[in-house]
């Protein structure tokens, strides 16, 4: 029987009443979000060059938004009587001199080449010399650093030539056309929606918020519904509200896949939704804050884990995916989540975003301070510049959070929580204790993917288990022929659409999920309580794996049936379980407590019979988890050496469960549970 809108909502209502896993964590003061500015500050100290009187980011080109980021910092020092190295009243009133002057204002009336997003005036990237840039995101960063200048001159002592430029400044590059609706570059409407904030903080003139603010929010929200530019295009949001990228393109391109990058930068745009109402703009009609709604809890519970790590896939693939600095911009959509009242679907979702944004700037302290990539991903062509802007924009998050009051809020332990997508067969699920999930289709934008988990962190976010490596640094099963050939592989992600869904979650909150629902205030994302279960399919002539994973607060029970469909062929079947860290061991602990090493600092030893197991465990780089076998098993278990792949660079050895060699096997099983340490 099909349930009505209003049951779907009392339903929705009992989920989110639901007492939250454990007690609160620390919640970050404003003087934490301080200390944690000061701390940034201090590694960014030596790029001040005082003769030219502004920092240099050893990238000439983001010179201008590496400066408006440090200017956030000191200038809210200043607004808040803060006095530790986050504070500079000196610094703040020279980088806002700078910021000001010609360049990096930019006046005349065409650039020296063909820039797409020429506009003038405007800001470049650089701080001196010639026109190089101009872009969206250059303007309205350094409008954030000049406005909090601003809004600070008299803690700052800055002079009233400055802070006149200020006003005049910002004002003007607001009201062009290219920041004016209905101009936008694709569907980023949070670049000029922040102008408009900026500017009326400034002038206190609230026209654009009033006006282009609102047409940019109900454009992008009828493009969720229906897309820009034509059927066959893409529109903003999927049905289950994965972000699409470029939307001028098919909505089965590969970019189309999903963006967690991207998504949280443009969700950014409801920051500013409840002031714009504050001074007299029309509200949104009621459907288009439902969908809004629906976003905010896709995003919440789709994109994030509990350590403060994004559950992170990208259709922009390796020029995104686990660069440390879109990630840093990404926070803006949690800073935006914890405040957004209004776009809400229950209370605790502030109290939880703001628990997850102060742990990723722990998460984020803990990383390795001269590394542009989350662990090694794509290191060749992450640049020092890249460092050191990440350092000055995550120091400029944590002093907006201030200015948006998460200083003042309390925060609240997540319950276990997951986002399912049924049309691409993506499952993500995060605990206090891992964050994990399963991606069945890739469409080329990545390597990695299939029916089994496709990346497992601990409760810290740091990978035990792998960020997105294939066979053999990937979880799930492998059968092979007489030849050594890989016959048949569970964790490889489809290239296309398929015509069913490829992962079926069979137990949630929601119950059974097959098929794309309709989009709601409530999609299905969402906290979820005792177990969450999910079953996925491969198969080709011969032969089929059926993948069920079982999810728990403190572990994911996985159960493998590998069945025969066609011929008599024989053949080997094994199971993987990955590790990180090319160092990492791997121990079998057998039935009476023997420690015997499969795998010491990353070299594959020995070998064990599986009926003598009682479990094994995997130690990698940061952490490690454990394999307990459920039910009787046959067969033997060794570990083999693995080499960096582009999408799991330090995966460290695999422990290679071998059931069957050699088989004419009909069917064949295998279960264990898999617990983080």
């Not at 200038?75 to 009243?89: E, H, I, K, L, V």
């Not at 001028?248 to 590969?254: F, I, K, V």
């Not at 069979?506 to 629902?517: A, E, K, L, M, Y």
């Not at 069945?563 to 791997?586: C, H, M, N, Q, T």
């Amino acid at each position: 029987m099909a349930r009505s809108p209003l049951l779907w909502a009392l339903l929705a209502l009992l989920t989110f009443a639901a007492p939250a896993a454990a007690a609160a964590p620390p919640a970050y003061t404003d003087a934490d979000y301080l200390g944690f500015a000061d701390r940034m500050v201090e590694r960014l100290d030596s790029t001040w060059d005082p003769d030219d009187g502004y920092y240099k980011s050893g990238s000439p080109g983001l010179d201008s938004r590496y400066n408006a980021s440090l200017l956030v910092i000191h200038a809210t020092a200043a607004a808040y009587g803060w006095t530790g190295p986050a504070r500079n009243d000196a610094r703040a009133r020279s980088i806002a001199r700078r910021l000001t002057d010609a360049p990096p204002f930019y006046t005349r009336s065409t650039a020296p080449w063909a820039d797409p997003m020429f506009h003038t005036p405007g800001w470049i990237g650089k701080m001196e010399g010639d026109y190089d840039l101009m872009d969206k995101a250059i303007d309205p960063k350094i409008a954030e650093g000049l406005q909090i200048a601003w809004r600070a001159r008299g803690a700052l002592g800055l002079g009233d030539a400055t802070a006149d430029r200020i006003v005049d400044e910002i004002r003007q590059v607001a009201h062009v056309p290219f920041f004016r609706y209905p101009a936008v570059r694709l569907n980023q409407i949070n670049w000029p929606a922040e102008l408009y904030m900026y500017e009326y903080l400034v002038t206190g003139d609230p026209h654009l918020l009033r006006t282009d603010y609102r047409s940019q929010m109900r454009r992008f929200l009828r493009g969720a519904r229906r897309p820009w530019f034509g059927e066959r295009s893409a529109p903003n949001l999927s049905p289950t509200f994965r972000f699409a990228y470029q939307i001028n393109q098919p909505p089965t391109s590969s970019r189309n896949l999903d963006s967690a990058e991207y998504a949280n930068m443009t969700l950014h745009f409801i920051a500013w939704y409840d002031d714009a109402r504050r001074v007299g703009m029309d509200p949104l009609p009621l459907a288009d804050r439902r969908l809004l709604r629906g976003w905010v809890q896709r995003d919440l519970f789709g994109y994030w884990m509990h350590s403060g790590m994004m559950n992170w896939d990208s259709g922009l693939g390796f020029d995104r995916w686990m660069k440390i600095k879109t990630w840093g911009y990404a926070l803006q959509g949690l800073l935006a989540i914890a405040d957004a009242d209004t776009f809400q679907n229950r209370s605790a979702m502030g109290p939880w975003a703001k628990t997850l944004f102060d742990r990723a700037l722990r998460f984020y302290e803990r990383q390795n301070p001269d590394r542009a990539g989350m662990f090694g991903v794509n290191e060749r062509s992450r640049e020092p510049k890249d460092v050191r802007f990440t350092v000055a924009r995550l120091g400029a998050t944590a002093a907006r959070a201030i200015s948006t009051g998460l200083g003042k809020m309390a925060s609240d332990e997540p319950p276990p929580f997951y986002a399912f997508d049924p049309d691409v067969g993506r499952l993500a699920v995060s605990t206090p204790d891992y964050g994990t999930a399963v991606v069945a289709v890739r469409r080329h934008a990545f390597p990695y993917g299939g029916i089994e988990l496709a990346r497992l962190h601990d409760a810290q976010g740091d990978p035990i288990g792998g960020i997105g490596g294939v066979v053999p640094a990937a979880f799930g099963v492998v059968v092979r022929d007489g030849n050594g050939h890989k016959v048949l592989v569970s964790q490889k992600g489809r290239r296309g659409t398929p015509n069913h869904a490829p992962v079926v979650v069979t137990d949630s909150p929601r119950g059974r999920i097959s098929r794309t629902p309709r989009r709601s205030s409530n999609p299905p994302a969402q906290p979820f309580h005792g177990t969450l279960s999910a079953r996925g399919t491969r198969s080709n002539r011969r032969l089929s794996v059926t993948t069920r994973h079982r999810f728990t607060e403190r572990s994911i029970e996985e159960s493998w049936s590998i069945r025969r469909r066609f011929g008599s062929k024989r053949y080997d079947v094994e199971v993987l379980f990955p590790s990180w860290g090319r160092k990492a061991s791997i121990d079998a602990v057998l039935d009476d407590g023997t420690v015997v090493p499969l795998a010491s600092s990353g070299d594959p030893q020995g070998a064990v019979s599986m009926a003598d197991v009682a479990r094994f465990h995997i130690d990698g780089e940061r952490g490690g988890y454990t394999v307990t076998p459920l039910g009787a098993s046959g067969g033997q278990a060794t570990a083999m050496r693995v080499a960096p792949q582009r999408s799991a660079p330090k995966a460290g050895p695999t422990l290679r469960v071998i059931l069957l060699r050699g088989s004419g096997f009909e069917r064949a099983s295998f279960r264990a549970r898999i617990t983080p340490d």
